[in-house]
Structures are given as structure tokens and as C-alpha cells.
């Protein structure tokens, strides 16, 4: 019995190890798989440690961009108000210095007006040279525009005027380099407006304050005129003689002697 019974028992004690020993291999697997999984547990709350530090960080960071764009707003704002207080200030200036150009143009356009005026002024004043019966000599300004004046007024045949102009300047400008030839126009003139005893007067004076002028055997030329036209020959007929024997060579002279066979 005891021999046909045991490889039984041999059998059940093979079937009992194996089976233990499956048994201990699982528990080693499952020890193996708890470690695996608790270190897996740890490397991901590692990890989960780690991002979270990680967004802490960025969290923190952020947090710190922010503030910093915050501030660069209000930096960029401060600016902006800089900026337009800066407009401000150039465009009241511009308007001063456009003010101020103004004022110096002004100023200029007067300093110019003045400086022109005072030159024109000093050309009034200033010489001017004048030739004249074979006479050269220099006068003022107003002084050629005054006889000027009298002698257009002569060649316009307004003697009227004249007269008056030539009395006014030799009374104005006595001694001037016009006097002589301003007395011979006035006896012309007097004579244009046949008031010839007048004029004989002013002719007699002329010769003899001036007996060299180129135009004295004219002026006795007109005195004999004047004698003539008043009716008297015999005074105008020896004015010519007189005239003939002291300018011989004048062409008055000669048309003294012409005039002769004329007066009766």
C-alpha cells in the first residue's frame, strides 16, 4: 500500500511546491510592480514638484512682466504728456518768433525808410555842378530847382510867373553864381510882358554890374528894344551906338546895326 501510494503523494507534494512557488513568484512580481509604481508615483510628484516650481516661477515672472509693462505704460504716458507739453512750448515760441520776426521787419522797413529819407535829404542838400553862359560852378540842390523852375516858366511864355519867381529868388539867394543870369531873364521877362521901363532898369543894372558876361550886348541890344518900343528913337539909336562900341565883335552888335534902318 504504502508503496503504490506514494508517488501519488509525491505527485500532490510536486503539485503543492509548484504552486507555492508560482505563488512567490507573484508576489515578487507584485512587489516589483509596487516599486516600480511607487517610483513612479515619486518621479511624477517630482516632477509635479518641479512644474509647479516651475509655474511658481513663471507665475512670479509674469507677475514681474506685468509690473514692468505696467510701468512702461506709465512711462510711456509721462512721455506722451512730455511730449505734448514739449508741442506746447515749440509752438508758443514759434508764435514768439514769428512775433519777432515781425518786429524786426518792422524795425528794418523803418530803418530803411529813414536811411532813404536821409540820403534824400543829403542829395537835397549835396552840390550839384552847373554850367552856364560859358560859367561853370556848383549850387545847392533846391537853389537849380528854383531858377529851373523860373526859366521854364520863361520858355513857356508864362512871364507873369516868371518875373515873380526870378524877384523871389534873387531876393532868397542873393549872391548866387544864378545872379546874373537871373537878372538878364528877369529883363526878358519884363520885356514879354511889355513893361519895358521896367525892364530897361533891370537890363542897365545887369550891364553894368556884369560888363564882361557873354550876354551884355545882348541885355543893351534889349534896352534899345525897350527905347524903341516905347517910342523913343533917338534913346534907342544911341543905346545902339554904345552897343557897337563896346562889343564890336558881338553878334548883337551886328544886329544892332541891322536894327537901326528900322527905328525912326
Same mark, same amino acid.
Given at each position: 500500500m504504502?508503496?503504490?501510494?506514494? &508517488?501519488?503523494?509525491?505527485?500532490?507534494?510536486?503539485?503543492? #511546491? +509548484?504552486g507555492?512557488?508560482?505563488?512567490?513568484?507573484?508576489d $515578487? $512580481?507584485?512587489?516589483?510592480?509596487?516599486? =516600480?509604481?511607487?517610483?513612479?508615483? #515619486?518621479?511624477?510628484?517630482?516632477?509635479?514638484?518641479?512644474?509647479? #516650481?516651475?509655474? +511658481? /516661477?513663471?507665475? /512670479?515672472q509674469? !507677475?514681474?512682466l506685468?509690473?514692468?509693462?505696467?510701468?512702461?505704460?506709465?512711462s510711456?504716458?509721462?512721455?506722451?504728456?512730455?511730449?505734448e507739453?514739449?508741442?506746447?512750448?515749440i509752438?508758443?515760441?514759434r508764435?514768439?518768433?514769428e512775433?519777432a520776426l515781425?518786429?524786426? /521787419?518792422?524795425?528794418?522797413?523803418?530803418?530803411?525808410?529813414?536811411?532813404? !529819407?536821409?540820403? $534824400?535829404?543829403? @542829395?537835397q542838400? %549835396? &552840390?550839384?555842378?552847373?554850367?552856364l553862359?560859358g @560859367?561853370d560852378?556848383?549850387?545847392?540842390? =533846391?537853389e537849380?530847382?528854383?531858377?529851373? =523852375?523860373?526859366?521854364?516858366?520863361?520858355?513857356?511864355?508864362?512871364?507873369?510867373?516868371?518875373? *515873380?519867381l526870378? +524877384?523871389?529868388?534873387m531876393?532868397?539867394?542873393?549872391?548866387?553864381?544864378?545872379?546874373?543870369? !537871373?537878372?538878364f531873364?528877369?529883363g526878358?521877362s519884363?520885356?514879354g510882358? @511889355?513893361?519895358?521901363?521896367?525892364?530897361?532898369?533891370?537890363?542897365r543894372g545887369?550891364?553894368? =554890374?556884369?560888363p %564882361?558876361? &557873354?550876354?551884355? &550886348? $545882348?541885355?543893351?541890344?534889349?534896352? *534899345?528894344?525897350?527905347?524903341?518900343e516905347?517910342k523913343d528913337?533917338?534913346?534907342?539909336?544911341?543905346?545902339i551906338?554904345?552897343?557897337m562900341?563896346?562889343?564890336p565883335?558881338? %553878334?548883337?552888335?551886328? /544886329?544892332g546895326?541891322?536894327?537901326?534902318?528900322s527905328?525912326?
Amino acid at each position: 500500500m504504502r508503496l503504490r501510494g506514494w &508517488p501519488a503523494l509525491a505527485a500532490v507534494y510536486v503539485g503543492l #511546491t +509548484s504552486g507555492a512557488a508560482h505563488a512567490f513568484l507573484n508576489d $515578487e $512580481e507584485a512587489r516589483k510592480a509596487i516599486v =516600480e509604481l511607487r517610483a513612479r508615483i #515619486t518621479t511624477m510628484e517630482d516632477q509635479g514638484k518641479s512644474r509647479a #516650481t516651475e509655474l +511658481s /516661477a513663471a507665475t /512670479a515672472q509674469n !507677475a514681474q512682466l506685468t509690473e514692468q509693462l505696467a510701468a512702461l505704460r506709465r512711462s510711456l504716458l509721462d512721455l506722451n504728456n512730455q511730449l505734448e507739453a514739449m508741442r506746447g512750448e515749440i509752438a508758443k515760441l514759434r508764435g514768439n518768433d514769428e512775433q519777432a520776426l515781425r518786429e524786426i /521787419a518792422d524795425i528794418q522797413r523803418r530803418q530803411r525808410d529813414v536811411t532813404q !529819407a536821409l540820403e $534824400e535829404r543829403l @542829395r537835397q542838400m %549835396e &552840390p550839384v555842378k552847373v554850367s552856364l553862359d560859358g @560859367r561853370d560852378f556848383t549850387v545847392g540842390p =533846391e537853389e537849380k530847382r528854383a531858377f529851373d =523852375e523860373a526859366f521854364a516858366a520863361i520858355r513857356g511864355g508864362n512871364f507873369d510867373k516868371s518875373v *515873380a519867381l526870378l +524877384s523871389n529868388f534873387m531876393r532868397r539867394y542873393p549872391g548866387s553864381p544864378y545872379t546874373d543870369a !537871373a537878372r538878364f531873364w528877369l529883363g526878358n521877362s519884363l520885356y514879354g510882358r @511889355r513893361d519895358y521901363k521896367e525892364a530897361i532898369s533891370v537890363f542897365r543894372g545887369f550891364v553894368t =554890374e556884369a560888363p %564882361e558876361h &557873354p550876354r551884355a &550886348p $545882348e541885355a543893351l541890344l534889349a534896352v *534899345a528894344n525897350s527905347q524903341a518900343e516905347m517910342k523913343d528913337p533917338r534913346s534907342a539909336r544911341r543905346t545902339i551906338d554904345e552897343l557897337m562900341k563896346a562889343y564890336p565883335q558881338s %553878334e548883337a552888335a551886328q /544886329a544892332g546895326k541891322d536894327r537901326l534902318a528900322s527905328i525912326k
